[in-house]
C-alpha cells in the first residue's frame, strides 16, 4: 500500500517551507516534492559561472516562450531544493501597511483587493523575520508599518561604498536606512556572513546567507517531513471536488510515481503553478477558468549604475546595504498626482560572471572586466495588475515530460513606467554625489518578482482563492506561492510570500 499523506506540498520555496512549517508543528504527516536538488556549497559558489543561467539548477528542460516582456525567447527558471531562496539577494522588507490598499490609479479595472489587511499579517510577520534571522534596523525607516518585536538580528558594519550612498541621501534631506537582509552576521553558532561579492544571484559558500535550505528545511526533515527532491509535478488529479492524486516523476530515476494525501498544497511559483493548474485541466472548475495565470506582475525594475573613474568598491567587499523609502508614497520634489510610486535600494558592483552570463563570448569578458566601474541603486516600480498580462499553456508544443509549454505575455503600463521614470532622477542626485562622472541605466527585464497570477479576494467573480488560499471549488487544494497577491506593492516579496503562508499554514492544519 502507497504511504496516505496528511498533506503533501509541491515546492520547497517560501510559500511551501512556511506552510510546511505550520503543518509539521500540528503534527501532520507531511510530503514536500521538489523538481530541483539539493546546491551544494564551498568554494566553487564564489566561482563567476555560478549565477543565473550559467548554473546547473538553472533549469531549461520546461523553458517558458516569452511572447512579451522578458529579456530571451525562452526562459529557463531557479529549480532547486529551496527554490530561488538560495541565489536570492535576501532582502527582506515587510509590505507597508498602505500597500494593502491600493489607490485606484494602480488597481485601474482590474477588480484587484486583498481581503486581508497589515494588521491580519504582523503576527505573521514577526515570525517569518525570527525564522529567518533578519537582520535590520527599526524606527528609521520614514514608510515602516508598525511592529510589535524588534529585528531579531542587528544590521552589518557598513561598506564604505554605503557610507558614501547614505552620505550622498542624507545631503538631499532623505533618510536613508539598512536594508533588511536574511544574512548572519551575529549568530556564531553557525557561520557568520565573510561580505563577499558574490550574494545575490549566487549561492553563499559558507551558508551565512539565511535560505531556506540553510535555514528552514533541514529542521523540517528532522521533525518528520519527507522532502522528495528531483520530483517533478506532472498533474493534479481530480475526482469531483477533490484532488485525489499528485502525478510525478522522479528525475533521477526516470520513474513515474502517484502520491495521495488528504490536502494538496500547491507552491511553485508564480509561473509553474498555474501552469500546473491549467495543464491539469483545473481552470474548468471555478470563474478561474479565465483567470488562472492572468493578472501576472513582476515590479518593474531599472539599476541606475554610477560610473566611477576607478574600481567603485575599493575594499571589494558586499555593499547591498543600504535602502531609500522616502519617494515610495510620493515626495514634495516630484512633480505627479501619483500617491504611490516605489523604492531605491542599493546594488553591488555587478560580479563579471552576471555580465557574461547576458553578453556571451569575448565581448562578455571584456565587460566583464569593466564592471569593477560601476555601483549603484535599484529602483522598484510597483506595477499595476493587468488582465491582459499573463501565462498560459500551448498544448500544441511538449517538452520532454509531455507537459504543454507555458508562454509568457507580459508588458508594462503607461502608469508603471512612468513611475519608474519619477525614481531614476533622485536616484541619479544621489549617486551623484558618491563621486561618479556618469550614470548608465540597465532596465531589468526577468521575472524574479513574479506574483498575481492566481490571486486571492473575496469576490469569486475576479480571483481564484479565497481569502485563506483556497482553490475556490475544490476542498483540498490551496495555492500558497506569490501567485496569491492581488497587487505587487514595491518592495521585494519573499517576506510577506512567507509571511501568508505561515497564516494560511495555521489554517490549512485546522481544515478538517
Ligand atoms: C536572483 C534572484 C534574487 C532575488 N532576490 C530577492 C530578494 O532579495 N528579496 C526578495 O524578497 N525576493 C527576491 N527574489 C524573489 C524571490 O526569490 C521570490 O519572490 C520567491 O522565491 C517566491 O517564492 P514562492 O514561494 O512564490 O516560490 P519559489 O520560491 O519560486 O518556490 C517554488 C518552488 O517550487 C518548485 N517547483 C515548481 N514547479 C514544480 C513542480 N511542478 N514540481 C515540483 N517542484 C516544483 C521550484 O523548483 C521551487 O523550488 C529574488 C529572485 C531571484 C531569482
Ligand atoms: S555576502 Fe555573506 S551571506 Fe552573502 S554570499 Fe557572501 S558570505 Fe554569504
Not at 501619483?338 to 565587460?367: C, Y
Request: aromatic share 8%; net charge neutral.
Amino acid at each position: 500500500m502507497p504511504t496516505k499523506y496528511d498533506a503533501i506540498i509541491i515546492g520547497s520555496g517560501f510559500g511551501g517551507c512556511m506552510t510546511a512549517y505550520k503543518l509539521i508543528g500540528s503534527g501532520l504527516k507531511v510530503l514536500m516534492l521538489e523538481r530541483g536538488d539539493w546546491v551544494q556549497r564551498g568554494p566553487e559558489n564564489w566561482e563567476a559561472n555560478q549565477t543565473l543561467e550559467l548554473t546547473p539548477q538553472y533549469d531549461n528542460t520546461s523553458a517558458l516562450r516569452v511572447e512579451a516582456g522578458g529579456n530571451k525567447p525562452l526562459m529557463g527558471q531557479y529549480s532547486c531544493v529551496g527554490g530561488p531562496s538560495v541565489y536570492y539577494g535576501g532582502v527582506s522588507f515587510r509590505f507597508r501597511a498602505a500597500d494593502f490598499n491600493p489607490p485606484e490609479d494602480i488597481i485601474g479595472d482590474s477588480g484587484a483587493q486583498w481581503p486581508i489587511s497589515y494588521d491580519d499579517l504582523e503576527p505573521f510577520y514577526d515570525e517569518a523575520e525570527k525564522l529567518l534571522n533578519i537582520s535590520g534596523e527599526s524606527g528609521v525607516d520614514p514608510t515602516e508599518p508598525h511592529r510589535n518585536q524588534a529585528y531579531p538580528q542587528k544590521v552589518g558594519a557598513l561598506a564604505e561604498v554605503s557610507v558614501k550612498v547614505k552620505q550622498s541621501a542624507e545631503k538631499l534631506g532623505l533618510k536613508p536606512f539598512q536594508l533588511p537582509l536574511a544574512i548572519n552576521y551575529h549568530d556564531h553558532n553557525r557561520s557568520t556572513c565573510q561580505n563577499c561579492t558574490t550574494c545575490d544571484t549566487f549561492a553563499c559558500a559558507v551558508s551565512a546567507k539565511n535560505d531556506l535550505a540553510t535555514m528552514i528545511i533541514p529542521d523540517l526533515i528532522e521533525k518528520g517531513m519527507e522532502l522528495r527532491p528531483n520530483c517533478l509535478v506532472l498533474s493534479l488529479e481530480r475526482s469531483g471536488s477533490r484532488i485525489t492524486e499528485v502525478k510525478c516523476i522522479d528525475k533521477s530515476t526516470n520513474q513515474t510515481i502517484t502520491f495521495q494525501a488528504d490536502k494538496v498544497i500547491l507552491s511553485g511559483g508564480a509561473l509553474a503553478s498555474p501552469a500546473l493548474l491549467l495543464s491539469s485541466g483545473l481552470d474548468q472548475n471555478n470563474r478561474g477558468g479565465d483567470l488562472i495565470g492572468r493578472y501576472l506582475m513582476r515590479h518593474l525594475n531599472a539599476i541606475i549604475f554610477g560610473i566611477y573613474p576607478g574600481a567603485a568598491d575599493k575594499e571589494k567587499r558586499f555593499h547591498k546595504q543600504i535602502a531609500i523609502l522616502d519617494y515610495y508614497f510620493g515626495h514634495p520634489s516630484l512633480k505627479t498626482n501619483f500617491t504611490k510610486i516605489g523604492s531605491l535600494q542599493q546594488i553591488p558592483t555587478p560580479n563579471p560572471g552576471i555580465v557574461e552570463n547576458e553578453v556571451k563570448g569575448i565581448l562578455g569578458k571584456t565587460l566583464g572586466k569593466a564592471v569593477k566601474l560601476l555601483t549603484g541603486l535599484l529602483a522598484i516600480a510597483e506595477d499595476q495588475p493587468q488582465y491582459s498580462n499573463r501565462l498560459w499553456v500551448d498544448s500544441s508544443k511538449k517538452d520532454k515530460y509531455d507537459l504543454p509549454q507555458p508562454v509568457i505575455f507580459h508588458q508594462y503600463s503607461k502608469r508603471d513606467k512612468e513611475a519608474l521614470k519619477l525614481l531614476i532622477n533622485p536616484a541619479k542626485k544621489i549617486i551623484n554625489g558618491t563621486g561618479a562622472l556618469a550614470h548608465y541605466v540597465h532596465h531589468i527585464r526577468t521575472f524574479s518578482h513574479a506574483v498575481g497570477t492566481v490571486r486571492m479576494g473575496e469576490n469569486p467573480q475576479t480571483s481564484v482563492l479565497d481569502r485563506n488560499c483556497q482553490f475556490r471549488g475544490l476542498d483540498n487544494l490551496w495555492v500558497v506561492d506569490g501567485s496569491f497577491m492581488p497587487a505587487s506593492a514595491a518592495v521585494n516579496p519573499s517576506l510577506t510570500i512567507a509571511a501568508n503562508a505561515l497564516r494560511v499554514g495555521g489554517e490549512i492544519s485546522e481544515k478538517k
